[in-house]
């Protein structure tokens, strides 16, 4: 079991950042260079059945090793990390048998995981932790999904004397940009449900998400030498800022939790002609969220009926919350419930407040919630994970594939 920290370390040396700008897939070459070594990998644990598609996506499979009618299940994680943050020359470092205070990651900037702003790692006193430099992320999200996945399948494949059926595996690109299951090809695949491995602490289990949309708005503006420009010029600039003011100022990320949903203002490029701003709607419930999306066209109608055609609007869904799915099977959540809790892990479920591949996948057909993987703080610099929650996250996934024999 203790191979999958081994494995942690080496995968997370791949820098594999997803680009949003880019219209390729993989967006990024070195998440092909990611996967095709992780292909390798599994031939040489013993997969026979493995490919890397056109696509940068990995397929392979673990035959059943069983008479019995087992149904056949699937483990996903990502192979590119966020792009919020540095993941090239990723330096973790090990914090052996923590005892409580504050860890210095970089003794030259200096920077603190400091105990007061993350009380959390207070749980994990006594326990090995990896943190980063403080350079970088660390790339948890989702390299120790990937480790976990690859540990428990070596176990399986060495150790024949526990029971199982057809396992299916992928590992999909892009996720962090919300194109992992753009061109996931779920008959390929071949499972009858999955589960994602790209949650977060130990005992994590989720099996809904927020329904999630972005909103692309161009403010246009004219632009007239200032000294000559009364009644003339119009600032897009300042046109944004009263559209800006419009949104609930209580309705932002650094200001909700649970349940309730936001308006997150992402981006903002502009000048007196153009400017241009990108929020995300997200709302788990799906009524709520088609209201959030028509205040946002309401409120560019008011501006344009105030000042003239200035603005337009684009507003795409990304993804909606799989628990209109993933209720409907219930024995899939129910599997990875009983398998932690056979190996004494308290299960957390909880709604994400975000997406996985998992949400795209249990549309397309695939009902797919989400386990943990025992990280914490990702996609920045103050990301660290546990080690003793990724050789449990192994055992969950040995022991749902086991317990999977009896259904």
């Keep these: 079991m203790e191979k999958v920290i081994e494995r942690f370390l080496r995968y997370v040396s791949f820098d594999t950042q997803s680009d949003e700008n880019s219209l390729e897939c993989p967006s990024s070459r070195k998440q092909l260079i990611f996967a095709q070594e992780l292909s390798l990998e599994l031939k040489n644990i013993g997969i026979n059945k493995c490919e890397v598609d056109n696509y940068g996506y990995v397929y392979a499979t673990l035959p059943a090793n069983t008479n ?7 483990f996903i994680s990502h192979l590119d990390i966020s792009p919020d943050l540095s993941g090239k020359n990723v330096k973790p470092q090990i914090i052996r048998n923590y005892q409580g205070g504050d860890i210095l990651l970089n003794e030259e900037i ?36 990937i480790a976990e996945i690859m540990t428990a399948i070596e176990f399986l494949i060495t150790h024949p004397e526990i029971p199982h059926g057809q396992i299916c595996i992928a590992f999909t690109p892009d996720e962090e940009i919300g194109r992992g299951a753009d061109k996931f090809d779920v008959k390929k695949f071949g499972a009858d449900f999955a589960f994602t491995v790209d949650g977060g602490e130990l005992g994590e289990l989720e099996t809904e ?9 161009i403010v246009k503006g004219k632009s007239v030498h200032t000294g000559t420009a009364k009644n003339k010029m119009v600032n897009s600039l300042l046109l944004a800022q009263e559209l800006i003011n419009m949104f609930p100022k209580n309705d932002i990320p650094a200001k909700t939790e649970g349940y309730e949903g936001f308006y997150h203002l992402m981006d903002v490029k502009g000048t007196v002609e153009n400017t241009e701003l990108r929020y995300l709607i997200r709302d788990h419930n799906r009524n709520k969220f088609e209201l959030r999306k028509e205040f946002i066209k309401i409120s560019v109608e ?3 009926n105030k000042y003239g055609k200035y603005i337009s609007l684009d507003i795409k869904d990304s993804y909606y919350n799989m628990k209109e799915v993933i209720e409907k099977y219930p024995h899939v959540s129910k599997l990875a419930f009983c398998a932690m809790k056979e190996l004494g892990i308290e299960p957390i479920v909880t709604p994400i407040r975000g997406g996985t591949d998992g949400a795209r996948l249990s549309f397309m057909g695939l009902p797919t919630p989400n386990i943990f993987t025992g990280g914490h703080n990702f996609h920045g610099r103050y990301e660290f994970i546990p080690e003793s929650s990724m050789i449990k996250a192994v055992q969950v996934i040995i ?4 317990l999977a024999t009896s259904l």
Excluded: H, S, W
């Design 68 to 74: 019995l009618m087992t149904p056949v299940i699937g």
């Design 110 to 145: 200096p920077l603190y995981l400091k105990e007061f702003e993350f009380p959390e790692i207070r749980k994990y006193r006594g326990q090995n932790i990896i943190t980063t430099d403080g350079n970088t992320l660390l790339g948890a999200d989702d390299k120790a999904g």
């Design 209 to 217: 998400n927020f329904n999630a949309a972005t909103a692309t708005i």
């Design 302 to 304: 008011n501006l344009n």
């Design 399 to 402: 022991k749902i594939c086991e």
